[in-house]
């Protein structure tokens, strides 16, 4: 089956940076890549997806950037602020065939 | 907006005892699963639903079923409560159409086995 390596698990940045954050997939397969967004005691909600025949795709300070012969993908988020603070998790799909794969998760932290 | 919920936000079992977790969602939404959250591991998918009557397990359907006898509800069954499935669980569901692949989730049932 699929399997999903996020990295790194805690991320802290100054206010106003950048931050990226990493996932690796072990399944050619997969042509689905999510990433979602959970803040503290609340269900995680997608902030952006990107689908196999695109390798880059932007919503304002959000960006996703994929490369299918490395088979990894990354988050980039630019200008943060402090309500980007939450745990993000990257996942990895085969549509229409089954469910997310998940990464552990990445800890943001973001610094006044 | 799409609605996804879940029967309870918290609940404490006894070690041994079948636990009925439910989950309702309002949008028509073909696709159901079922998720556990813990600490350091991430989300890890237990069982899926394509259709009424319909299940497929995920990665760790072992001392878990489910049932869908209706399509805007999955329930996800421990048929005997144990501590180590002490944990978060969490429903989403999303349409079998290729216009968006999002999946909603719930709101989480925290769970505690003792």
């Known amino acids: 089956g699929e399997n999903v390596e996020q990295h790194p698990s805690t991320l802290s940045v100054q206010e106003g940076d950048s931050a990226v954050i990493k996932c690796t997939y072990s399944?050619?397969?997969?042509?689905?890549f999510p990433w979602y967004k959970q803040e503290l005691g609340k269900r995680p909600q997608l902030i952006i997806d990107?689908?196999?025949?695109?390798g880059e795709k932007k919503d304002q300070r959000i960006a996703v950037t994929l490369n299918k012969t490395a088979k990894h993908f990354s988050l980039h988020i630019t200008e943060t602020q402090p309500e980007d603070s939450a745990v993000y998790f990257c996942?990895?799909?085969?549509?229409?065939?089954?469910?997310?794969?998940f990464g552990k998760g990445t800890h943001l932290i973001i610094q006044p | 907006d799409v609605k996804v919920t879940q029967s309870s936000r918290y609940l404490v079992k006894r070690t041994g005892e079948k636990v009925f977790l439910e989950c309702v969602q309002d949008?028509?939404?073909?696709?159901m699963f079922w998720y556990r959250q813990d600490p350091g591991l991430g989300l890890r998918l237990i069982y899926f639903?394509?259709?009424?009557?319909?299940?497929e397990k995920g990665d760790i359907p072992e001392g878990y079923s489910v049932s869908r006898e209706k399509k805007e509800r999955f329930s996800l069954i421990l048929e005997s409560a144990s501590t180590n499935q002490t944990s978060m669980y969490l429903c989403?569901?999303?349409?079998?159409?290729?216009?968006?692949?999002?999946?909603?989730f719930g709101p989480g049932t925290r769970l505690t086995v003792t």
């Open positions: 989403a569901s999303t349409t079998a159409g290729t216009s968006s692949y999002e999946q909603y």
């Open positions: 399944d050619s397969a997969s042509n689905y």
């Open positions: 990107i689908r196999s025949n695109v």
């Open positions: 996942a990895a799909s085969i549509v229409g065939a089954d469910g997310l794969t």
């Open positions: 949008m028509d939404h073909e696709n």
């Open positions: 639903s394509y259709d009424v009557k319909m299940k």
